[in-house]
């Protein structure tokens, strides 16, 4: 045929051949006609239609064991053309016809890799490349040319080619399949050789499992450069990673908020426990079990996890740690002796790595982050099938963060700004809706993932009365059994300090209850609760969102606070000012819904 022919070209090159017959005998029968290539142009043509070899116009045969079979100009070419008179003319003196349909699908590469024990070598001859070559020509000139990769589509071609013309809606949907089909097809090729040749933690780590044991595979990989965190030792797990990398951007930003070493106890994608590195009280020492440790004053960082740990022991037992700075051998030897399931940190000195990688018999996994790396611009993930993207939160907060005050008293001491500004950053790295309470450079409450604010502010406000009760006198006269372990020791004191001591009739309640004290302590009374409770104060508290009702600021003032910051928005807002200032509150308008999930 010459480049004047009105006859229009299909061009069909298929692995899968399901519904072949039916659509060629549909273009046959609208004149059109039919070039194929190996596999595809046999089918047809035992099937008693007309069909002419790819080689045809090529004048070149299939070689390399059919490697090449439709890479050629007089292909590519008639594939491209547009309706240019300069394209035209090319194509004139080349003597190529124009393509005016693509039929194309691709070697099963996913099928191949999925069979046991697959080599390199049987997966390369499974990667197209004249058919994703085809795609792409075609997908690209989707104006003129119609591309079909999927045999659904089929039917409904062939019903509007029987009316005339494909419309330009199909046209472009068809040309969005394609490129989907060869994105999803370099996909699984990347996938594949990620794992084969960028494996054991460079591109790509394989894990033991996902979210539960059942769910396999699981693997965490990124598509470009190398992944920004080292496994020193141990295995990391899906969740651990979760909370390893979600910690991790925690702590760093609350270095650059406050240029003080942070740490981190998060478990199950929250924290349980943040803190920079202000030192600790000798009461504070006590309350976090760390009175023993020689060189703690000396260590911000040791500091910085022990209040972490300590804001909220009992959710901290198994944590998952994040430090913002190279671990020395103090902040080692807590880690050491409390169960925990691993470290994130950018380093660690030879003292620290050696105590480190004693734990759990060796097993301890310890991660090196990469402080320089910056993650994407845009997160997606996958829900249900479903993808969902969105810009990263990358709000910066700082002390401007909280320069709005509302209420008649304005004044924010410089520990009420750090206090919010730990409140605030956790909260963007909390589990939604969430409320956190903070006090002395650490959460001494958080709230997460409850669907009501009153009840978040009063699930934090309650863990930050405990945290509160815990460092009242009676409880550092407690006189343990010896051997008693920390763990039952957090858990006796827990139940001491929120009024839930087994009755003494409850049985082998109350003996496990009696059994880790030498003299079972005698509880507080009504009155020395109150009495204690009274001395709380100058707590800060965030909310990731408005608070709705004053109901909200009552529960607050009743553990202390008297620092408030949230976001506006409520059509109570003024109401809720209004109660904050009755209860001698300084309220802080910061403007970022912080939502995380």
Not at 51 to 77: C, Q, W, Y
Not at 555 to 564: N, P
Request: with cysteine; hydrophobic share 40%; aromatic share 8%.
């Amino acid at each position: 045929m010459s480049p004047q022919s009105s006859q229009k070209t299909a061009i069909l090159s298929v692995y899968n051949k399901t519904g072949l017959l039916d659509l060629a005998k549909g273009l046959s029968q609208n004149g059109i006609r039919l070039l194929a290539s190996g596999g595809t142009a046999k089918l047809i043509r035992e099937a008693g239609m007309e069909v002419f070899d790819v080689s045809n116009i090529t004048h070149a045969p299939e070689m390399l064991g059919g490697r090449v079979k439709t890479l050629h100009p007089a292909v590519h070419a008639g594939i491209l053309a547009r309706n240019l008179e300069s394209d035209e003319k090319d194509l004139a003196e080349q003597n190529i016809d124009k393509v005016d349909y693509v039929v194309c699908n691709l070697y099963p590469f996913k099928d191949t890799i999925a069979k046991v024990n697959v080599t390199v070598p049987e997966a390369v001859e499974e990667i197209d490349i004249g058919g994703v070559t085809l795609l792409r020509a075609a997908a690209k000139n989707h104006s003129r040319v119609t591309i079909l990769s999927d045999p659904e589509d089929y039917p409904g071609f062939l019903e509007e080619l029987s009316k005339g013309e494909v419309t330009e809606s199909s046209k472009k949907l068809y040309a969005l399949k394609a490129f989907e089909h060869t994105a999803d097809y370099d996909d699984a090729i990347s996938e594949f050789f990620r794992k084969r040749y960028a494996g054991d933690g460079v591109q790509q780590l394989t894990l033991r499992y996902g979210a539960n044991p059942h769910q396999k595979p699981a693997q965490a990989f990124v598509k470009s450069g190398n992944l920004p965190f080292k496994v020193l030792a141990g295995s990391p797990g899906y969740i651990n990673l979760l909370d390893a990398l979600n910690s991790w951007g925690l702590v760093k930003e609350l270095k650059t908020a406050l240029n003080l070493p942070a740490a981190a106890s998060f478990k199950h994608v929250s924290p349980a426990g943040a803190a920079v590195g202000v030192p600790l009280s000798e009461v504070e020492k006590k309350l976090c079990f760390v009175e023993d440790i020689e060189g703690l004053d000396d260590s911000p960082l040791a500091c910085a996890y022990a209040r972490a740990r300590g804001a909220d022991r009992m959710s901290s037992f198994g944590d998952w740690i994040a430090l913002s700075d190279v671990v020395d051998a103090v902040t080692a030897k807590i880690i050491s002796r409390e169960v925990s399931d691993g470290v994130i940190a950018p380093g660690y000195d030879e003292k620290a790595l050696e105590i480190l990688k004693k734990k759990k018999g060796g097993r301890y996994t310890i991660l090196q982050m990469d402080t320089s790396y910056e993650p994407p611009s845009v997160e997606t993930r996958q829900v249900y099938g479903v993808s969902l993207s969105q810009a990263r939160n990358a709000v910066e907060i700082d002390a401007n963060t909280f320069s709005r005050v509302l209420t008649g008293n304005t004044e924010l001491p410089k520990q009420a700004v750090i206090d919010l500004t730990v409140a605030t950053i956790a909260l963007k790295y909390t589990q939604s809706n969430s409320v956190c309470y903070a006090k002395n450079g650490q959460v001494v409450g958080l709230g997460a993932g409850q669907q009501s604010r009153i009840h978040c502010t009063r699930l934090a406000g309650d863990k930050a009365d405990n945290w509160w009760f815990r460092q009242h006198p009676k409880i550092f006269e407690f006189k343990w059994k010896k051997g008693t372990k920390r763990p039952d020791k957090s858990n006796a004191i827990d139940l001491f300090v929120s009024g839930q001591v087994p009755d003494k009739d409850a049985g082998m309640e109350r003996e496990l209850y009696e059994s880790v004290f030498e003299e079972v302590p005698v509880e507080l009374t009504a009155e020395e609760k109150k009495e204690w409770k009274n001395k709380f104060s100058d707590v800060a508290i965030s909310s990731d969102a408005f608070f709705p009702f004053v109901d909200n600021v009552f529960r607050a003032a009743a553990s202390g606070v008297k620092y408030m910051a949230a976001p506006g928005g409520s059509v109570n807002d003024k109401a809720v000012h209004d109660a904050a200032e009755k209860c001698g509150i300084v309220f802080v308008e910061q403007e970022t819904r912080l939502f995380h999930h």
